[in-house]
Each structure stands twice: as C-alpha cells, then as structure tokens.
C-alpha cells in the first residue's frame, strides 16, 4: 500500500464546474504539498500547507491532521486548468517528498 | 535567477551507454534532491544534498547512478551502462533549509526525459 493515495485518478469536467481533488497519507507529516504537472514533465508548486487551509485565486487546499486527509478545490474551473494534480507528503526527517500517483485533470470547454 | 533548470530537457540514448544530467538550482538554495518519475507514476526520491554533501541515496539508485554536487551549487547525475528501465523522467528540486530545520518548500526543475532504446 502507498503512504500516499489519492482520488479520484482520472477526473474529466465540463468548464465551470466545481472540482475536487483527495488526498489520504499513512504516515506522519510535518507539510503536505499540492503540485501541478502539466504534459512535458515540469512541476509547479501550489501549495504547502501544514495545517487548515490556503486560498490562491481559483484554488482552495485544505488539510485535516487528524484524519490524515487533504483536498484540492479548483472553483470554476478551466480547459488550462488540465493537468496531473500531485500530492506530496513531507515526513519527520524533514526533506524528501513521498508522492502520490497523481490526479489526471481534464476540464473540457 | 529564474528558478530551477535543468540541461538536456531530453535525452535519447542507446542501451549500454552513459548519460549525464545537470541540474541548476535556485541559487541561495542549499537543498537539492533528484527523483525519478516513471510512466503513470509520481516521482520517487532517488538522492538529496545539503551543501556539496550527498546526505542520503534511495535504494533505487544502483551503482550505475552517481551524482555530485561539488561545489554546492549545481549537480550531475551519471547513469552508466544504461538499461532500457532507466527510461523515465528525471526531476531536480531545490529547497532552502534553515539552521533549525524550517525553509521553503521545494522549487522544481522542468525535469529531464531520459529514452533508452
């Protein structure tokens, strides 16, 4: 089993629509990272976040320690928004990131 | 300085021979790390360094890989002899870490797609 799941793995959308990305992580974490990955391989920072939640334009990550649960919003969302959506765990030694398999986004016009 | 970058963006190779990578990253930062990413799969840590120092290698990285960081500023990693399953997408990040242990968050490179045919 991965310490990293996510759900669901393949998400198509019509434009406009509200989405929702999860994230469930098996061990310890001192941050959780959203990141995007568009075809072409690099990968963008969207969040870190430790505890709570982060806002940034049309995006929206929450995270619940407890529950070892994090979600990813896209409000409104948009053909440029298609992409893989990855979340990344930070554990107790506090540099490397154990990964997900991703979330494959497509947001149709 | 613009971010992380990475040199070739792609790399076709025959099996059996070597390839190099470099990797620039963000320039104050004194963390870097290289993962491997594979088809349909997210990126698996392979190495990090804090400073010129190699801190810690994955269990994936065979004696055919090596990286350096010598002057802890950018890096190489060396595949030798490759293997049509080093075929994947190698990443570079960078991060700066305070003397207690807090810092930014990781800063990624384009990445490197490695084909061995």
């Known amino acids: 089993k991965n310490e990293v799941e996510q759900s669901p793995q393949n998400l198509t959308a019509q434009e406009g629509e509200f989405i929702t990305i999860n994230c469930s992580y098996s061990?310890?974490?001192?941050?959780l990272h959203w990141l995007q990955q568009h075809p072409g391989g690099g990968i963008v920072s969207l969040f870190m976040?430790?505890?709570g939640k982060k806002k940034h334009g049309r995006l929206i990550a929450t995270i619940n320690i407890q529950e070892k649960h994090s979600s990813l919003h896209i409000t409104a969302s948009h053909p440029r928004d298609s992409a893989v959506y990855i979340c990344a765990v930070k554990g107790g030694s506090n540099y490397k990131l154990t990964f997900g398999k991703g979330t494959l986004l497509t947001v149709n016009p | 300085d613009t971010g992380v970058s990475q040199d070739p963006r792609h790399k076709i190779t025959k099996r059996g021979q070597n390839v190099t990578f470099r990797c620039d990253p963000i320039?104050?930062?004194?963390?870097l790390y290289w993962y491997r990413q594979t088809l349909g799969q997210g990126p698996e840590f392979l190495t990090y360094f804090q400073n010129e120092a190699q801190l810690e290698k994955s269990r994936l990285l065979s004696d055919r890989f090596s990286a350096e960081r010598p002057k802890g500023s950018f890096s190489t990693l060396e595949i030798q002899r490759t293997e049509q399953g080093d075929s994947a997408m190698y990443l570079c990040?960078?991060?700066?870490?305070?003397?207690?242990?807090?810092?930014?968050?990781?800063?990624f490179g384009q990445g490197t797609r490695l084909t061995v045919v």
């Open positions: 320039s104050e930062h004194n963390r």
């Open positions: 976040l430790s505890s």
């Open positions: 990040a960078s991060s700066l870490t305070g003397p207690r242990g807090g810092g930014t968050e990781a800063f």
């Open positions: 061990v310890g974490i001192s941050a």
